[in-house]
């Protein structure tokens, strides 16, 4: 699985109705509203590194409300929840 963080700077008075438009897009797996610079950060997770062409420049990039956006792509995972997440299934 590849993960990209998308943090995305947004028409202000708009924030939630793009939160929620973002978050419901095929690949994005969470939407977070923050404080900073930034807006919205989005999570997204696809199978195959030509999937982030799709998700973010055509479908998140799109979304009216989006100013900007910086993804980066994760190139590990150090996180309790996944672990959990992996004995849980037996793993």
């Known amino acids: ?6 943090m995305l700077k947004v ?3 708009r924030i939630p109705e793009v939160a929620k438009t973002i978050a419901d897009l095929e690949g994005v797996s ?7 610079e930034i807006d919205l950060i989005a999570i997204v997770r696809v199978r ?4 982030l062409a799709e998700v973010i420049p055509n479908r998140i990039n799109k979304v009216p409300g989006v100013l900007s956006s910086d ?5 590990h995972t ?3 929840h ?5 004995f849980s299934l037996g793993l």
């Open 1 to 6: 699985m590849i993960t990209a963080i998308v």
């Open 11 to 13: 028409d202000v008075g």
């Open 30 to 36: 969470e939407v977070y509203s923050v404080t900073g």
């Open 48 to 51: 195959e590194h030509h999937e």
């Open 71 to 75: 993804t980066h792509i994760a190139f």
């Open 78 to 80: 150090y996180s309790q």
């Open 82 to 86: 996944d672990l959990e997440a992996a």
